[in-house]
């Protein structure tokens, strides 16, 4: 089974602010990691090639700096990892991002399993795997946190959703983004480490993929950030203290004032 | 960096683009502001620079998509699920006929001046829903009615959409932020080669060039960016749960249902089974009253403080991602940047720091609780009233004077 995990690097913390005077962001050494959610996508292609077989190859596009997130993914164990990277990439959104992940997809081979993470916490978008499948012209399916079993080609699959989850079978090629719930991922072995210190890590580039400036990176990306802010800081209200029977019954007194019932009015 | 120049006489060396990127891809050499190949073009520091204007991003000139003006109207994709509309229909509507007043009040621009609002209902026995969707507002409803449309068969509703889409060249499309609604509408997005912003929570027209100003919270809800989707169409967004104001339902509205016979691709998928969740968990998108605990818990049994609360308020049970990963709780009750968002009347937060992440999924409740024994704990800044003690006192004497106010 052919299986390719796209990763994300992102800046390790979204402990981003931005300072009032000058409305800018603040970022306060930020280091570099993995998306977290792609951590999990990496552990289900390792998990899935211990049962069925096959290579795990991980995929970022970004730029060179993102060799460190795939030589950690090496560490865990992956068979290969391919860095996608190019001046003309830059600035893309989620389509133009897509474009590319597809294309390099393709380049590698032909996948029977595409797995990337529910959504990356910079951008907070979950629009990339789905976006992806189409120009792929395969399924997706979201939310995945169980893969229940893949047996003649066909998977089955088991898919969160607000009010309970879905068990659907879907014939490969196949796209899936993971929830958390799916796995616990590994630790990096000593072997990995090693190994990850020392394997070649395939780079492509624009040219390679075959695609036209146009279509990817800034040019390529129908939607611009035209402002960036702060969300309005919260003031705070009123807290009371002392012993719990004071502090409640000042609470439950002032809620009253403020007309508020703190019971659904339709309970038992 | 290609695309990105800094303006070297301009540049004063101050440093805040440096501060300001979140990739660490500015240096400071010879003191003027140096471009590493790690930037990603996401134009922080042309923000940042803004007063001495000495970094500019050029090269953005994608090619647009033909005469943009052909597109007119509204559309808004209907979810449903068990035959029903899902919640967040009423709002997406109450979002659209804002858009539709906006847009109507700059006619100026406009030719017609008229900026119908259609609901897509694609589905098998969809069309008894038409009705009610006229009553919440919209104008006219585009119909695909076909035994074969299973409500989570993704791959044919989304081939539909884009041929309805296609045809009708609707200048926005919303969807809902649902797992449906982020995983449909990027496919649909992707197919018709547009833009598509994620989980907006504020859509109005901008008053100059008329186009969707989308704002959306990013980094976990640390910052908020403003997004336009200039030359292409439709320009589509997913809208957050529970943020925009519901359209009210007037019965006996009158509209118009446009049937469409368009191919229907069979789907991928084969539905083997839906399981839903247990009953404790209490849909909490939906809850109008919610007791959360975090780790102030102290221990998975003490979650019984938290259910004993919910229960004297009506109300449903969540919890911070803390009480989660100690396996105290299920996932499915976790609130927050990787749980659920939620919109309740009253949330009670008990023993939760209220962490950023943890924020973002309640901080739009109408009325905010916090119980926690630190009065330095960041909850209390966004909580409406606040208790500062120990929860193992305030929750039990909280339960008590409640019944007995009751
Ligand atoms: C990418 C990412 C995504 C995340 N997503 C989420 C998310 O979706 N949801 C989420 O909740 N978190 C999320 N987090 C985690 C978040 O940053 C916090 O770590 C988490 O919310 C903390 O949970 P907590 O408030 O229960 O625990 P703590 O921060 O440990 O707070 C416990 C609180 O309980 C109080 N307390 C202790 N004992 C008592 C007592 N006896 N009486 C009263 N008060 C007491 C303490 O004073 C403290 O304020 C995310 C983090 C990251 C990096
Ligand atoms: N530049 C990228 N390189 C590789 N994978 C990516 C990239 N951007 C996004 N992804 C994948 O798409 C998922 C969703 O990202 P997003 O849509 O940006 O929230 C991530 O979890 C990754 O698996």
């Given at each position: 089974m052919n299986i390719v995990v796209c990763i994300k690097q992102v800046p390790g913390s979204t402990e981003i602010q931005i300072n009032p005077t000058t409305n800018t962001l603040i970022r306060e050494g930020v280091e570099a990691i993995i998306n977290p959610f792609d951590l999990y996508a990496v552990e289900e292609g390792l998990r899935l090639k211990e049962r069925y077989g096959g290579d795990v190859t991980v995929l970022s596009m970004g730029p060179p700096h993102v060799e460190s997130a795939l030589r950690e993914a090496l560490s865990y164990g992956v068979d290969e990892a391919v860095m996608v990277s190019d001046?003309?990439?830059?600035?893309?959104d989620t389509l133009a991002t897509a474009v590319t992940l597809a294309a390099a997809i393709q380049h590698i081979g032909e996948p029977d399993i595409v797995l990337m993470g529910r959504q990356a916490i910079d951008g907070d978008t979950g629009q990339v795997g789905p976006s992806t499948a189409e120009k792929l012209g395969v399924a997706h399916i979201t939310e995945v946190k169980k893969i229940e079993t893949v047996t003649d080609g066909v998977a089955t699959i088991q898919r969160m959703l607000e009010d309970g989850y879905a068990r659907i079978a879907v014939r490969l090629p196949l796209l899936i983004t993971v929830v958390k719930e799916i796995n616990e991922p590994r630790p990096a072995s000593f072997k990995g480490k090693l190994r990850a210190k020392k394997a070649e890590i395939r780079t492509l580039s624009l040219q390679d993929l075959g695609l036209t400036p146009e279509s990817v990176g800034l040019t390529g990306s129908p939607t611009r950030v035209m402002k960036i802010f702060s969300p309005p800081k919260p003031t705070g209200g009123k807290v009371f203290n002392g012993d719990a029977h004071t502090a409640v019954a000042a609470l439950i007194s002032e809620l009253k004032k403020a007309g508020l019932a703190l019971k659904q009015p339709s309970g038992d | 960096m290609e695309g990105i120049t800094v303006l070297v006489d301009k540049c004063v060396g101050c440093k805040l683009c440096i501060k300001t990127c979140p990739y660490d891809a500015i240096d400071l050499v010879d003191k003027k502001a140096v471009i590493n190949d790690r930037c990603t073009l996401c134009g922080a520091c042309v923000e940042a620079c803004h007063a001495y204007g000495a970094i500019v991003i050029e090269g953005w000139e994608p090619v647009q998509t033909g005469d943009l003006s052909i597109y007119t109207g509204i559309a808004v994709y209907v979810e449903h699920r068990h035959g029903k509309l899902v919640p967040i229909v009423p709002e997406i509507i109450g979002a659209a006929l804002e858009l539709k007043e906006q847009l109507e009040g700059q006619v100026k621009e406009q030719s017609g001046g008229d900026t119908p609002v259609a609901a897509l209902l694609i589905g098998s026995g969809g069309s008894g829903l038409a009705q009610e969707l006229i009553e919440y507002g919209v104008d006219e409803v585009w119909l695909v009615d076909h035994p074969d449309i299973h409500e989570l068969a993704e791959d044919t509703i989304s081939d539909v959409a884009v041929q309805i889409i296609s045809e009708k060249k609707p200048a926005i499309v919303l969807g809902g932020g649902t797992v449906i609604g982020r995983s449909l509408l990027p496919s649909i997005a992707s197919r018709l080669r547009t833009g598509l912003t994620a989980d907006c929570t504020e859509l109005t027209i901008d008053a100059e060039s008329g186009l969707l100003r989308q704002t959306r919270p990013a980094f976990g809800g640390n910052i908020m960016a403003t997004i336009l989707c200039e030359n292409s169409r439709p320009q589509m967004a997913t809208v957050r749960h529970k943020v925009m104001n519901p359209a009210p339902r007037r019965p006996g509205r009158e509209g118009t249902v446009v049937t469409f016979d368009v191919p229907v691709q069979p789907s991928r998928f084969e539905m083997l089974e839906f399981v839903a969740e247990e009953a404790s968990a209490v849909n909490l998108a939906d809850a109008e009253f919610i007791v959360s605990g975090g780790r102030g818990l102290g221990e998975p049994a003490n979650f019984r403080y938290v259910e004993e609360l919910a229960k004297a308020l009506g109300g449903a049970v969540g919890a911070s991602r803390a009480a989660v990963d100690a396996g105290w709780i299920q996932y499915s009750h976790q609130v927050g940047q990787t749980g659920r968002t939620v919109k309740p009347q009253i949330y009670v937060a008990c023993g939760i720091s209220g962490a950023i992440q943890h924020q973002v999924g309640m901080k739009s409740a109408d009325v905010i609780i916090a119980i926690n024994n630190d009065p330095d704990a960041p909850i209390f800044s966004i909580a409406h009233y606040g208790v500062q003690g120990d929860l193992f006192e305030v929750i039990p004497e909280l339960v008590r004077q409640l019944k007995e106010t009751a």
């Open positions: 001046r003309a990439f830059a600035g893309a | -």
